[in-house]
């Protein structure tokens, strides 16, 4: 018998790339792989790579020349290392990885993992690109995942349901390196949910670049919204609560369609805590940025959230520095960030991406729109101090993932993705169980188990936030 293979998979940039990575493994694992959680001893290595802002391609060939030493301390003892670039870097640059990196085998893109191991069988014996995009179903040729590697996994899993986007937002590569937006089959999604669920999955996370631009085939025939979607998952047993991300707020309502609003006020296993990337709070730089809305159609889309689930939370993403945003235009997406009260958000320095059609307008001044960032950052961290600090004294269910650093503590997650510490039993891993907030850390809660029956402090939180 040979013996076990050890595989390495490293993962950048979105959580769809941790699902992507896992999906990998999945295809490896028949072939007698086992993945392991370093870099020591592995036979083969995968770099999931993202492509969305220069340094994290960056990161990517300096890891790259890393490898290149291990690789060679390796082969003098006569063993062989492969290395395989995966992802939106590998899409982007397949030929020019090849060239800059010696290390490398084999690369292939977000759409054709599904044949990894034909190539890395072809990869033996001479280096492989393969960044097609295939015409086959990629999502219907996958290795299902065995139930050990769900169970070690955990407690909360990704499910992607649509891959690609056809928005073309002006400074974004996603188009080019995921494809044409696709959305999976509703049975495929449920069955892949029943699966989870059975090895004790509680919470599922819907993936997509446009995640709410959902309209797979449904078993009626009809193309069903991610709000219907998120309903028949709704009733998967065992599953206890429900995400998606990340979502357009174009595609939140339209004229004929309201069911993703409605699910917000219908169902209580879709979590009060949604990732709304506005990117800009300026019309002239949405305009620029191709994203077909203006900051009041955002500002009614929350508004209506807000309406069908007072509780809810919001996140966003935010790119300041875009070409020919002025101090009014900063100025603009500063104070919307304050006037909505994000509980979180995420905040970049404008990265000119080749191929996209921002990267051929004038570019701002470095220093101009690092000094934007440091503000806009400053104000994000008074917010997110802000809503934690709303937290204290409130119960907040708490989904238990695992045990913590600290003996006897295990720690969870509560509605609006912080992590929470209590001292108790691991055997309340799994479970959701209210928790009193009584200490804040730096980025986490901690808090005692409450007695009794769960009680839901989310609406103090978000009162004590002033939200
Ligand atoms: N430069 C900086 N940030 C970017 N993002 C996407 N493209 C770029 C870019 N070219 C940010 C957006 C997006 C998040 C995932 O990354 O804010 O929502
Ligand atoms: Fe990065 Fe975007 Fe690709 Fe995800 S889809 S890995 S964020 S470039």
Known sequence: MTRPRKLYVKSYGCQMNVYDSHRMADMLAPGGFVETATLDGADLIILNTCHIRE??????????????EMQEAA??????????????????????????????????GPQSYHRLPDMLARAEHGKVIDTEFPVEDKFGQLAPPSRGAMRQRGIAAFITVQEGCDKFCTFCVVPYTRGAELSRPVAAIVAEAERLADAGVREITLLGQNVNAYHGDGPDGRAWTLGKLLHRLAEVPGLARLRYTTSHPRDMVSDSDDSLIAAHRDLPALMPHLHLPVQSGSDRILAAMNRRH????????????????????????????????????FRATFELVSEIGYASAYSFKYSPRPGTPAADMAQMPDDVASERLQRLQREIDRLLDRFNAGCLGATLDVLFEKSAKKPGQI???????????????????????????????????????????????EAAVLAAAGA
């Open 55 to 68: 340094r994290a391609t960056e990161k990517v060939y300096s890891e790259l020349g890393r490898l290149r």
């Open 411 to 457: 720690v969870g997650k509560s509605p609006y993705l912080q992590s929470v510490h209590v001292m108790g039993p691991t055997s309340l891993i799994g479970q959701i169980h209210p928790v009193t907030i009584n200490e804040l850390g730096s980025y986490t809660l901690s808090g005692t188990l409450a007695g009794g029956a769960s009680r839901h402090g």
């Open 294 to 329: 203006t900051r009041a159609d955002y500002l009614d889309v929350i508004e209506r959230l807000r309406a069908a689930r007072p509780d809810i939370a919001f996140s966003s993403d935010f790119i300041v520095g875009f070409p020919g945003e002025t101090e009014d235009d």
């Open 75 to 108: 082969a003098s003892e006569g063993r062989r290392v492969m290395v395989a670039v995966a992802g939106c870097v590998a899409q982007a640059e397949g030929q020019e990885i090849i060239r800059r990196a010696p290390a490398v085998d084999l690369v292939f």
